[in-house]
Structures are given as C-alpha cells and as structure tokens.
C-alpha cells in the first residue's frame, strides 16, 4: 500500500512558498502535487476563505489528497491549468508554486522505469494513461529523432552514434528492458562516468516520453494572464534545459529572441523578477541529495 512518506521532502520549501507572499485569503495554485509537501505548507497560511487547487497528472499521487474544504487536486497535467480552473470559475489567482523535479516515489517504484537503479520495463510516463512510453520510443523512433532526443534533451555529444547503435541491434532484437538499453549502449559509459551518462540518457527520454519542454511553455505562457496584478509565480528547476526556459520567460515574455524595444529601448514583459536565483544551503543538500540541483525563480505579476 502507497503512503506519503514514499514521497520526498520538498525541495526548498520555505523558500519557495515564502516567495508567494501569501494573502489568507488569497487563491492558489501548486501544480506539482506529488507528496503534498509544499500544498500543506501553503494550507497553514490560508484562512478560512483562503483556496488552494493543486494539480497531478500522476494517478499514484491521489492518494495524498489533502482532507479540506479549501483545497481541490485535479488529476491533470499543468499544461491545462488554466481550462481546469476555468472548470471551478477562477479566472484569476493570487499565486502559483512549480516543482519540476520527478518525485522521489517514482525514481523508487521500479516498474515505472525512471529509475537507472532498477531493471525494468521502458516506461517512464509520468502519466500512465498515456500511449507514449519508453518503449515507443527506443523502438519506434527512426535514428534522426533519436538523435535529436539524445542531443536536445540529454545534451550527450555521441547523440548520432548512440541513435545509430540502437537502429542497428533493434533490427534483430526489441529493446524491452532498462538492462537491455544498458547493454546496447554500453561503449558509451566509461566506468567513471557511467552514472552521469545513464542519467544524461534517461534524462533524454524521460523528457521526449512526457513531452516534457512542451507543457512547461504552455504552462509558463498561461501564467501572466492568470495571475492577479502583484501575484507570484514561484518556481524550482532542476536542470539547465528548464531553468533556461524559466529565465527567459520572466526576463523577456518569450523563449526565443528579444521583445520589441520603443525609441528609448524599453520593453514590456507580463512579469518581474523577484529577488535573484535561489540555491539550496548545503545543509539541505546533506539531508536531500535531490536538492543539489535545484534552482528557485520567483516572479510577480506588473
């Protein structure tokens, strides 16, 4: 049987709910439920009036629904956010908390392969309800977007020599299991570094698999319009690819070029940042090797 305490502690909590600058009565949204670490931490700030939805896509993470009349946890992915609170009348919140880091409880439950730990099946959907697996992809993919998984999401320079070893062995055999992948690309992890490129590598088609980079855009370009004049977005990253993402989002409005500048050269972004970056203390990272990595952006609405 499932309970909480499989999920982890959440990363830099005081930080990141402090930078919501939280009203008692204020809405709220935590759209990486997971364990519920950061929503009850949001819950002791709220008044009776006070509203928290939370949303995950993981049907394992229901089980950690939260018992109050203020709290409602939709069974989504954040890509939806603002169609599903539309569903429940709120147009506008007061702030909203983002943690993009894979829970503790699904890197430990082996068969939902995230994990390089465990033999498993190539899985690693977030949601399982989803058609797109793994599997799917180390088997289906042709060597170009493997290639591009490899390069764009796992930043691994062999990324066209591996897409070709996988085209190559999977004409006589399926690539079923997270040892048969280990196997196949075995010339590619040098024993010193063999867990850093495995990491590299699941990292890759973790992202491909949940289509990852997508629906953090889609969520971040519904934020400005859903967030109240001085409401915060709170965020914690976890690797460069998102944290790039986030950063240029609060910056300039965008992901890619410049927003256009007037005749004195000042443009107009939705948000403003708050504070600089955010790293956890090193006695974090003592309790929570999940931490090391973290990086925490807050923005408010202008």
Request: charged share 30%; net charge neutral; aromatic share 10%.
């Amino acid at each position: 049987m499932m309970t909480t305490m499989e999920y982890h502690n959440p990363v830099l909590l005081k930080e990141t709910v402090a930078g919501l600058n939280i009203t008692e009565n204020g809405v709220y949204v935590d759209v990486t439920f997971g364990g519920g670490g950061h929503s009850k931490d949001i819950l002791k700030h709220l008044g009776n009036k006070g509203k928290l939805f939370a949303f995950d896509q993981d049907q394992d993470a229901l089980i950690n629904t939260i018992d109050d009349d203020r709290f409602i946890l939709i069974n989504e992915n954040f890509r939806f956010i603002k169609r599903f609170l539309r569903f429940y009348g709120i147009k506008e919140v007061d702030g909203i908390l983002a943690d993009f880091g894979v829970s503790s409880h699904q890197f430990d439950v082996a068969e939902r392969g995230f994990s390089t730990r465990f033999e498993a099946d190539l899985d690693m959907r977030m949601n399982q309800k989803n058609e797109l697996s793994a599997f799917h992809v180390i088997n289906e993919y042709d060597e170009e977007q493997l290639k591009n998984v490899f390069f764009q999401y796992g930043e691994l320079r062999a990324a066209a020599v591996m897409a070709k070893v996988i085209i190559e062995h999977r004409k006589d055999n399926i690539i079923k299991t997270s040892e048969q992948l280990k196997q196949v690309l075995r010339k590619f992890l040098p024993p010193k570094h063999e867990n850093k490129v495995l990491a590299q590598i699941y990292q890759a088609i973790r992202i491909e698999v949940n289509q990852e980079m997508a629906a953090l855009k889609e969520f971040l370009e519904q934020t400005p319009e859903l967030l109240k004049k001085g409401g915060r977005l709170s965020v914690i990253s976890y690797h460069s690819l998102e944290d790039r993402l986030v950063k240029r989002f609060i910056r300039n409005g965008m992901f890619e070029g410049e927003p256009e500048r007037d005749m004195f050269g000042n443009f107009e972004v939705p948000l403003k940042k708050i504070n600089g970056l955010i790293v956890p203390s090193q006695e974090e990272i003592a309790r929570n090797s999940r931490a090391r990595s973290a990086k925490l952006r807050i923005a408010e609405k202008i």
